[in-house]
């Protein structure tokens, strides 16, 4: 089809995020970051892969203060990574328990530290180690004079910005599940156990198109469901449930992440008017989401509209949040986060509220932010409780 975009990026992509970092850096006297969590390796490289599933080696990517970055990676990446733009490419067999690249990276930082200078490390919300603390504490005690600044702040401010080309990318994954979503009252039934409504709603993804499908959730019960993150059981829908699917589909590591609600033979009015107040909750997200607008703003126009029917000030914590290589990514649509949107941000708005025994409801919808406000990029739910 001529409307699927061409997978990867070219060069031009990663030097431009390469030298938007430098710049950085530059302002806080860093020389250098050093990467080691999946989406921060690929955003920089175009490194690409599954075997990152395996726990059993670490990998390692290090942009300078100035030039491409460097990768210190196991063996077995080494001809994937050739293919990348990078040129200097590090390596070492691995595992090996004893020295998991270590002796490779003291080398790479050792001038570094023997000048005292700084380099970055993310160490903030929503990132890890992904090595072993152990190995981080060898290494660091190589490196006598290396002073360690938390890069978490570099890394947010880049990626939350799409660039055309992700943007594009995260916006045919949003059509796939859209399309997707479309087919569902083909495939879902009474009678059918939801675990095999899970099953048909992953093929069909995949033949629309989808490279994978890593995230699906959701619940369903009568007259409306009591959890969305447990996995499916074999119960058998029936007429009165309510059912709710939620999915982060990929395509050339790229996620949508939104969700549907639908009813079985009939709903009741609680359920009805929950998916009215939380349509219209995503309605005034979405004229509220525009550039220099606080994320906790659209949080509490959101909340505003929730509260005429649930005033417990939503217990999830936030009602959406950014979205790209990652299903969650910063900033988030919460009362703590002052975060300013700008323009080219791909954010969920992500209501939800309680409602009877224990039950819930969530809405979600997929934006871009334009300069003149926000464009869906999920095809907008049905204003009224679909009865399948």
């Known amino acids: 089809m001529s409307d ?61 203060a100035q030039g491409k970055p460097i990768a210190v990676i196991p063996e077995i990446g080494a001809n994937l990574m050739r293919a990348t733009w990078l040129d200097d490419i590090r390596t070492w067999s691995a ?56 890069a978490t702040g570099i890394i947010r401010s880049l990626r939350m910005i799409k660039s055309a080309a992700e943007i594009e990318k995260i916006t045919h994954i949003c059509a796939i599940a859209s399309r997707t979503f479309d087919q569902v009252p083909n495939i879902a039934r009474e009678g059918q156990a939801f675990e095999d409504l899970f099953r048909s709603f992953r093929r069909e993804a995949l033949s629309q198109g989808a490279d994978d499908i890593p995230y699906l959730v959701g619940g369903a019960d009568q007259g409306g469901y009591f959890d969305v993150i447990s996995p499916p059981s074999r119960r058998p829908l029936a007429g009165g449930d309510i059912f709710m699917l939620d999915t982060g589909v990929t395509w050339d590591g790229y996620f949508c992440d939104f969700d549907r609600n639908f009813a079985i033979g009939h709903a009741d009015d609680a359920s009805r008017r929950a998916y009215d107040v939380l349509w219209r909750a995503t309605q005034a997200g979405i ?68 409602y009877g025994d224990g039950r819930i409801m969530v809405h979600e919808e997929n934006i871009l932010v334009q300069s003149d406000g926000a464009k869906l990029l999920s095809k907008r739910a049905a204003p009224q409780l679909p009865i399948l």
């Open 95 to 150: 595992p090996a328990p004893a020295d998991d690249g270590l002796t490779l990276l003291a080398a790479l930082l050792g001038p570094i530290a023997a000048r005292g200078d700084t380099i970055g490390i993310m160490k903030g919300h929503e990132t890890s180690l992904r090595m072993p603390l152990g190995d981080y504490e060898r290494l660091m005690a190589r490196l006598p004079g290396l002073k360690i600044a938390d």
């Open 4 to 64: 699927i975009p061409v997978r990867g990026f070219q060069e031009t992509e990663f030097s431009a995020r390469t030298k938007r970092a430098q710049r950085l850096m530059a302002t806080q006297n860093i020389a250098g970051m050093l990467l080691m969590s999946e989406p921060e390796v690929r955003y920089f490289s175009g490194f690409h892969t599954l075997f990152w599933q395996s726990p059993t080696r670490p990998w390692f990517l290090f942009v300078p």
């Open 287 to 354: 004229e509220a989401a525009r550039p220099g607008v606080m994320c906790s703003e659209v949080f509490q126009t959101m909340q505003n509209v929730i509260s005429t029917m649930d005033n417990q000030g939503g217990d999830v914590g936030r009602l959406g949040h950014g979205l790209g290589m990652q299903l969650t990514e910063w900033p988030s649509h919460a009362a703590f986060d002052d975060t300013i949107i700008k323009e080219n941000m791909v954010l969920t708005l992500e209501p939800s509220l309680g």
